[in-house]
């Protein structure tokens, strides 16, 4: 049996913007499939497939990104503004309490091993 090719027969039909952007909203928004749209609508397949513009983000989302890390907290009394002379005299004593211990645990004996013998 002998092929004719009949261009009448295959030709897509014209559409009408309206149409075409309710069948692409369909299938975009409401996640439709291609095929069963433009079953629904009376539109070619390829046509309807040709309309639809495909956004990377449909086919990969975005990563989620990660929670930032914090930076271990500020270091008390070193950015103080001391203009109050209550407060400045109490961070004062405060201070020197500090430097006092310090000096008496560097200060205390500590036991010497020797290690050649």
Do not use: C
């Not at 004719?4 to 309206?18: D, G, I, L, Y």
């Not at 975009?28 to 497939?49: C, F, M, N, P």
């Not at 930032?68 to 907290?73: C, D």
């Amino acid at each position: 049996m002998l092929f004719f090719w009949k261009p009448w027969e295959n030709a897509r039909t014209k559409v009408s913007p309206a149409i075409m952007k309710v069948a692409v909203v369909q299938v975009t928004e409401h996640g439709k499939s291609v095929y069963a749209t433009a079953k629904d609508y009376g539109i070619d397949r390829k046509t309807l497939g040709s309309n639809i513009a495909v956004i990377p983000e449909q086919l990969r989302t975005f990563l989620q990104a990660s929670p930032r890390k914090g930076r271990g907290g500020q270091r008390p009394l070193k950015s103080r503004i001391l203009t109050s002379t209550p407060l400045k005299t109490a961070l004062e004593i405060e201070h020197t309490l500090r430097l006092e211990k310090k000096r008496k645990i560097s200060t205390q004996m500590k036991p010497v091993t020797n290690a050649k013998r």
